[in-house]
């Protein structure tokens, strides 16, 4: 069936207005998205990593969800949702339940990469029917913008703050769709908020209706830590893909697929100098830093490129 | 009629889940409740249950699996010991407060360090706030009546909460002693369907749980778990009895042993109370009035029912199997001394460690203390407050 956004956008939203996420939070804009894929009809138990989206989402006693929603704690969402899962198969087996049921769980880059790998790792290796869902903006937001392991290199951030001795963060970001790839499962999808939303779309749709575990990593930019102004996040997430700082592609039964090749690469420079956290990178005798960050987008996209090109 | 058998610990509570047949256990080894999802698995690979078992990565993940579980409507259960429970600790606290009356099969070993695989009780009483109900038992008979009377209790409509059924590493867990068990039926009817109200698969209602609850609301939520914990207490009677009415082995919040005249008295939780009642035999021949409170319930604790209990003893010693670092006496002792402070201020009591690591508890050890009990009675000879007892010479 092809993509229609009018028809898309039409429908019932499953996250209801009202929440308390920042304005042009990019972590809405993607679970809205996600859900849109959600088939008519079809259920879902949402489950949720401890960050801004849970404690904005489902402050008691009030919730956003339309559909059943669990949150346990920070490191476990991975873990929470395969009991769900597993609840649901026994439960459809012993005919306790009718509808058919999807689950699907959100969680920032600090309860994905960081403090919830080991249970998120678990939960893909055991290959539960489950989408994970990590609305990646590259620092523990919640929290008052701390590094984690997505944090790209440079970024000033709490606790890698620039200073007359510091450079921001000093290490590169966790390639954390390829780990999640290593992991043998049905498909991991990496996206990002983009013109009509055909890309997450499509991925959210194959990511939920793949029957095993699937991994979506989607880039969601936070205005407040990312220091842009709030309605550029459109542009900003662009960017991002243009530069080919976030490339779309998808790992489908272990086959590499490139989405998207601009036909013109932008220089790093133009994701970078929108965003406050990068400022310090563009004061003249850094120039060496962007060449290195340069180098290093280059680096991993060339062997993108590479691990595409072998299927 | 009853089943006539020869089991370990592990063996028997692991028949008693056979029996129950719950929904979904997640499960990670540790020693010495290994042996648990070990014979569950086996149990499942050869078509003798058809529980979902979830080989997962971590205790925490265990405990995290299993409150994902009970929350969508499956009745679960995981099992742990020492490192393995301090893993999921935080979890316990989550299971407790969104009131899943999941059950935790716990075979009691120390807390590292150092590492130690044998028993003390430093895991569980370390989860004494957590919010589980908490029900220890002597050997493998009381661990196997003790689960088949779990989920009765923990998903009783007044209390909906997560219950931690605990037995003694390897003294019980891996001892081989007589059982006698119930005919499947039996237990199937005793235990029931599992029915809750209100879960995550239901369709007709969809909920949300685990919120983000501020000022305006926690502190209700924790009042709630306490009443729901005080009306643990008459629920568990009721099951107990009603668990002898089918059983012919009734069940309370303790066993009183020779106590009822006993002049001097031990408390004490679990397997010890074996070697106790040796030396409380061998002492009431030569004519010493002698007695044991082996307690059972620990949460909620019956406070006022121990105090009745212990009232006209003259000296107790109370025995942990674990230590609280207070300097001044392990959790037990605190909490019965409290209750005596309240209910029979007359008793004279003194707090005693012992066992911890494994360290064997004998019947000479208890005979030990029972004689010095009666001279600090009789003839005003020192007793330490806070004593550990069976320590290297």
Redesign the interface.
Same mark, same amino acid.
């Given at each position: 069936m092809s993509y229609n956004f009018k028809a898309e956008m039409n429908k019932p939203e499953r996250l209801a207005p009202g929440h308390r996420m920042c304005a042009g939070c990019g972590g809405t804009i993607t679970v809205r998205a996600v859900l849109r894929a959600l088939h008519e009809g079809d259920?879902a $138990?949402i489950?949720n990593a401890t960050g801004c989206l849970? $404690?904005s989402t489902?402050?008691?006693?009030y919730?956003a969800?339309?559909?059943?929603?669990?949150?346990?704690?920070f490191?476990?969402a991975?873990?929470?949702?395969?009991? $769900?899962e597993?609840?649901?198969?026994?439960?459809k087996?012993?005919g306790?339940?009718?509808?058919t049921?999807k689950f699907i769980t959100f969680g920032g880059d600090g309860g994905t990469y960081d403090i919830g790998f080991?249970?998120l790792?678990?939960a893909m290796?055991?290959n539960h029917d489950m989408v994970y869902v990590c609305y990646d903006n590259g620092a523990y937001m919640n929290t008052g913008i701390q590094r984690s392991s997505a944090t790209p290199m440079y970024a000033d951030t709490t606790t890698t703050p620039v200073g007359t001795e510091s450079n921001g963060k000093m290490q590169n970001r966790k390639d954390l769709a390829a780990i999640i790839a290593a992991h043998d499962v049905p498909y991991v999808g990496q996206s990002t908020l983009l013109g009509n939303f055909k890309d997450l779309h499509t991925k959210a749709e194959k990511a939920i209706y793949t029957p095993g575990a699937a991994f979506l990593n989607v880039m969601a930019p936070c205005p407040r830590g990312w220091r842009y102004p709030t309605e550029d996040i459109m542009e900003i997430c662009k960017l991002g893909v243009e530069t080919c700082y976030w490339p779309l592609f998808e790992v489908e039964h272990g086959k590499w697929i490139l989405n998207y090749e601009p036909k013109k690469k932008l220089p790093i420079e133009d994701f970078l100098r929108p965003q406050g956290r990068f400022k310090h990178l563009f004061k003249k005798g850094n120039e060496h830093l962007i060449e290195q960050f340069q180098a290093e987008v280059d680096r991993r996209w060339e062997e993108l490129q590479f691990r595409c090109s072998k299927y | 009629m009853a089943i006539r058998e020869r089991l370990s610990g592990n063996e028997a509570i692991s028949y008693a889940i056979k029996q129950v047949n719950p929904d979904v256990m997640p499960a990670f080894p540790i020693t010495p409740s290994t042996e648990i999802p070990q014979y569950v698995a086996n149990y499942i690979a050869n078509g003798e249950m058809d529980t979902e078992f979830i080989p997962v990565e971590s205790e925490h993940s265990s405990m995290s699996a299993t409150i994902g579980a009970q929350a969508a409507g499956a009745r679960s259960l995981t099992a742990t010991s020492s490192c393995g429970l301090a893993l999921m600790w935080e979890e316990l606290y989550v299971a407790a407060s969104n009131r899943l009356p999941l059950a935790l099969c716990l075979v009691n070993r120390a807390l590292s360090g150092p590492i130690n695989i044998n028993c003390d009780h430093s895991d569980s009483m370390g989860a004494r706030d957590t919010g589980f109900i908490q029900i220890y038992a002597e050997n493998n008979q009381e661990v196997y009546d003790n689960f088949v009377q779990a989920y009765r209790i923990a998903e009783h409509k007044d209390v909906m909460l997560p219950i931690m059924i605990c037995q003694d590493g390897f003294i019980t867990s891996h001892a081989v002693e007589n059982i006698e068990l119930l005919e499947d039926d039996k237990v199937k009817n005793f235990v029931g369907e599992y029915n809750p109200e209100n879960y995550l698969l239901n369709a007709d209602q969809p909920m949300a749980m685990g919120p983000y609850a501020v000022s305006n609301y926690y502190m209700e939520t924790k009042m709630a778990q306490n009443t729901a914990m005080n009306n643990a207490k008459q629920v568990i009677l009721d099951i107990g009895k009603e668990f002898g009415e089918m059983s012919g082995r009734e069940y309370g919040f303790f066993e009183e042993y020779r106590l009822e005249d006993a002049d001097y008295a031990m408390v004490m939780i679990g397997s010890a109370a074996g070697a106790t009642k040796d030396a409380i035999d061998k002492l009431r021949e030569q004519g010493m009035k002698v007695g044991l409170l082996k307690l059972r319930v620990f949460r909620p604790f019956p406070d006022e029912e121990i105090a009745n209990a212990l009232k006209n003893c003259k000296v107790v010693a109370i025995m942990d199997r674990s230590e609280c670092f207070r300097g001044k006496g392990g959790p037990l002792g605190a909490e019965i001394k409290a209750a005596l402070y309240d209910y029979a201020k007359d008793v004279k009591a003194f707090n005693l460690v012992y066992g911890l690591g494994g360290r064997d508890f004998t019947v000479e050890e208890a005979e030990r203390i029972y004689n010095d009990l009666a001279a600090y009675d009789k003839d005003g000879t020192a007793f330490e407050e806070y004593r550990y007892v069976g320590l290297r010479g």
């Amino acid at each position: 069936m092809s993509y229609n956004f009018k028809a898309e956008m039409n429908k019932p939203e499953r996250l209801a207005p009202g929440h308390r996420m920042c304005a042009g939070c990019g972590g809405t804009i993607t679970v809205r998205a996600v859900l849109r894929a959600l088939h008519e009809g079809d259920k879902a $138990v949402i489950g949720n990593a401890t960050g801004c989206l849970e $404690v904005s989402t489902f402050m008691y006693p009030y919730t956003a969800y339309e559909d059943s929603y669990i949150h346990n704690a920070f490191e476990n969402a991975g873990a929470t949702m395969s009991g $769900v899962e597993t609840a649901y198969n026994i439960l459809k087996k012993k005919g306790k339940i009718d509808d058919t049921y999807k689950f699907i769980t959100f969680g920032g880059d600090g309860g994905t990469y960081d403090i919830g790998f080991q249970s998120l790792s678990g939960a893909m290796e055991r290959n539960h029917d489950m989408v994970y869902v990590c609305y990646d903006n590259g620092a523990y937001m919640n929290t008052g913008i701390q590094r984690s392991s997505a944090t790209p290199m440079y970024a000033d951030t709490t606790t890698t703050p620039v200073g007359t001795e510091s450079n921001g963060k000093m290490q590169n970001r966790k390639d954390l769709a390829a780990i999640i790839a290593a992991h043998d499962v049905p498909y991991v999808g990496q996206s990002t908020l983009l013109g009509n939303f055909k890309d997450l779309h499509t991925k959210a749709e194959k990511a939920i209706y793949t029957p095993g575990a699937a991994f979506l990593n989607v880039m969601a930019p936070c205005p407040r830590g990312w220091r842009y102004p709030t309605e550029d996040i459109m542009e900003i997430c662009k960017l991002g893909v243009e530069t080919c700082y976030w490339p779309l592609f998808e790992v489908e039964h272990g086959k590499w697929i490139l989405n998207y090749e601009p036909k013109k690469k932008l220089p790093i420079e133009d994701f970078l100098r929108p965003q406050g956290r990068f400022k310090h990178l563009f004061k003249k005798g850094n120039e060496h830093l962007i060449e290195q960050f340069q180098a290093e987008v280059d680096r991993r996209w060339e062997e993108l490129q590479f691990r595409c090109s072998k299927y | 009629m009853a089943i006539r058998e020869r089991l370990s610990g592990n063996e028997a509570i692991s028949y008693a889940i056979k029996q129950v047949n719950p929904d979904v256990m997640p499960a990670f080894p540790i020693t010495p409740s290994t042996e648990i999802p070990q014979y569950v698995a086996n149990y499942i690979a050869n078509g003798e249950m058809d529980t979902e078992f979830i080989p997962v990565e971590s205790e925490h993940s265990s405990m995290s699996a299993t409150i994902g579980a009970q929350a969508a409507g499956a009745r679960s259960l995981t099992a742990t010991s020492s490192c393995g429970l301090a893993l999921m600790w935080e979890e316990l606290y989550v299971a407790a407060s969104n009131r899943l009356p999941l059950a935790l099969c716990l075979v009691n070993r120390a807390l590292s360090g150092p590492i130690n695989i044998n028993c003390d009780h430093s895991d569980s009483m370390g989860a004494r706030d957590t919010g589980f109900i908490q029900i220890y038992a002597e050997n493998n008979q009381e661990v196997y009546d003790n689960f088949v009377q779990a989920y009765r209790i923990a998903e009783h409509k007044d209390v909906m909460l997560p219950i931690m059924i605990c037995q003694d590493g390897f003294i019980t867990s891996h001892a081989v002693e007589n059982i006698e068990l119930l005919e499947d039926d039996k237990v199937k009817n005793f235990v029931g369907e599992y029915n809750p109200e209100n879960y995550l698969l239901n369709a007709d209602q969809p909920m949300a749980m685990g919120p983000y609850a501020v000022s305006n609301y926690y502190m209700e939520t924790k009042m709630a778990q306490n009443t729901a914990m005080n009306n643990a207490k008459q629920v568990i009677l009721d099951i107990g009895k009603e668990f002898g009415e089918m059983s012919g082995r009734e069940y309370g919040f303790f066993e009183e042993y020779r106590l009822e005249d006993a002049d001097y008295a031990m408390v004490m939780i679990g397997s010890a109370a074996g070697a106790t009642k040796d030396a409380i035999d061998k002492l009431r021949e030569q004519g010493m009035k002698v007695g044991l409170l082996k307690l059972r319930v620990f949460r909620p604790f019956p406070d006022e029912e121990i105090a009745n209990a212990l009232k006209n003893c003259k000296v107790v010693a109370i025995m942990d199997r674990s230590e609280c670092f207070r300097g001044k006496g392990g959790p037990l002792g605190a909490e019965i001394k409290a209750a005596l402070y309240d209910y029979a201020k007359d008793v004279k009591a003194f707090n005693l460690v012992y066992g911890l690591g494994g360290r064997d508890f004998t019947v000479e050890e208890a005979e030990r203390i029972y004689n010095d009990l009666a001279a600090y009675d009789k003839d005003g000879t020192a007793f330490e407050e806070y004593r550990y007892v069976g320590l290297r010479g």
